[in-house]
């Protein structure tokens, strides 16, 4: 499933397009998604400008003039693809074609841009696990999709202090507590692979060992909150992951999939400078977690 980064590569790629559009028709291609689509989703939007393109956790957020906002959910195949008159923009050096199949294309937003100029943004979703809902402005955190998502891990707000706050006394294993949107919103699998690395810390480890006494930040947890931080801005960097059928709003791939330092690794040495370990592969709750035994401890 898309993760946080990800999803902002493909806010940021439709931004420019979608931000300050008048919406002058949507076809929506079939009733359902993960969910049905709203009632009259296609009348409801139509006429409607975007005033915003925002993100909530693994959520793109469409803000409109009228008070509402569109939810939109990638799920586990789902991408946003632009179209314009002209050619199509597909900047990177790797590449794949975006699908194209009419049969996977559910929804086509046909826009007036903010420079007058005509584009169409499409949702293909072959597996059909993403979903989009309606919502108001102002109550967007009492929105069942929104409502108790945690602390979002791209910005500074994340730090130490906050980390041993949220797993003071928890028991869960390291990478469990990581993964619970309700702590922090928008972390997936890779990801906190990737951070517990960096950190050296064991994915098996309890939660609650990175506070102190009373709650208080330890070493462990200002070191984990900036693994957390810096490998989310690496993955922005660079776009995103890309991996199985994620693609970016302009059909390009992400380059972070070629700078993982554990994840589908297994077997593979270890990366750390002077580590002589072998990453390992273990199932946590279902999921595959990869980790170095020899220098995450």
Known sequence: MPELPEVETVRRGLQPVVEGALIEAVEQRRPDLRFPFPDRFADRLTGLRVTALGRRAKYLLFHFDD????????????????????PDRTPGDFHHDRSKASAHDHAVFHLATAGNGKARIVFNDPRRFGFMLMAQEGRLDEHPSLAGLGVDPAGNELDGAMLARLFDGKKAPLKAALLDQRLIAGLGNIYVCEALWRAQLSPTLQAGAVAGKGGRPTASAERLATSVRDVIADALAAGGSSLRDYVHADGSLGYFQHSFSVYDREGEACLRPGCTGVVHRIVQSGRSTFYCPSCQR
């Not at 008070?67 to 002209?86: A, F, K, N, P, Y």
């Open 67 to 86: 008070g509402g906002v569109l939810i939109s959910h990638l799920g586990m195949s789902g991408s946003w693809r632009i179209e314009t008159d002209g």
